[in-house]
């Protein structure tokens, strides 16, 4: 069954705050965004696998620790994923990046995929899926279908806040994916808005309306 992560880093904390404020311009959101993905993807990589090398130091040779080789994807659901990418490839600059665009069908609600691009060895690497909020979680389950049909296998899924009603959502969906969130909020609201959230992280980020 999927583990639901909740990150209770001080730092992480602090910097949510400032991201849910209202008066937050931009600028800083972004900033503030970027500092937040890059100190989860310290927590999330914790158990990456390592090897044992020989190094020459300075005083003799010491046999010390590198990362195995596991290949690592991050992929971004658009548009608002797009903010968390920086902050990741910081600390794993060796990752390769696809992305995932979906849009709400105004009919049915449901999510529709209008773009995947994904690196090539996809069956190989360890994805980390990524979206600033968990709402209802219809569009991040839609965004692992599109992962699992191109052959993913080994997935997790990261986003700032999460919504009760979104993790029970995604969990029972892919029970074989573990979530890591900064947040678990309150509730959703009558217009499928996390409560007490930050409002719409794309337009925060982008500056839009």
């Known amino acids: 069954m999927a583990k639901v992560h909740v990150f209770d880093h001080p730092l992480i904390q602090h910097k949510l705050t400032h991201i849910r404020d209202v008066n937050t311009g931009t600028k800083e959101f972004r900033e503030l965004v970027d500092e937040v993905a890059t100190l989860m993807a310290y927590e999330i990589t914790r158990d990456l696998p390592l090897t044992e090398v020989e190094v020459e130091t300075p005083v003799q040779t ?6 195995a080789g596991k290949k690592i994807g991050i992929v971004p659901i658009l ?4 903010g968390m990418v920086d902050g990741i490839l910081k600390l794993i600059p060796a990752a390769k990046v696809g992305h995932i665009g979906l849009f709400r069908d105004p009919d ?3 999510p529709v995929e209008y773009f995947v691009k994904l690196p090539s060895d996809v069956s190989e690497r360890e994805f980390i899926l990524i979206d600033p909020m968990l709402a209802t979680g219809g569009t991040a389950v839609e965004a692992v279908n599109s992962l699992k049909k191109r052959g993913a296998k080994n997935i997790r899924f990261m986003c700032l806040i999460a919504a009760p009603e979104g993790v029970k959502v995604f ?12 947040a678990l909020d309150e509730k959703l609201n ?3 808005y996390i409560v007490p959230g930050l409002g719409d992280a794309g337009d925060r980020l982008f500056g839009t309306k």
Do not use: C, M, W
């Open 171 to 182: 969990t029972e969906a892919h029970p074989d994916i573990d979530v890591y969130i900064a």
């Open 108 to 110: 049915t609600l449901q």
């Open 190 to 192: 009558e217009k499928g």
């Open 79 to 82: 548009r608002a994923g797009i």
């Open 62 to 67: 010491a046999k010390s620790n590198v990362l």
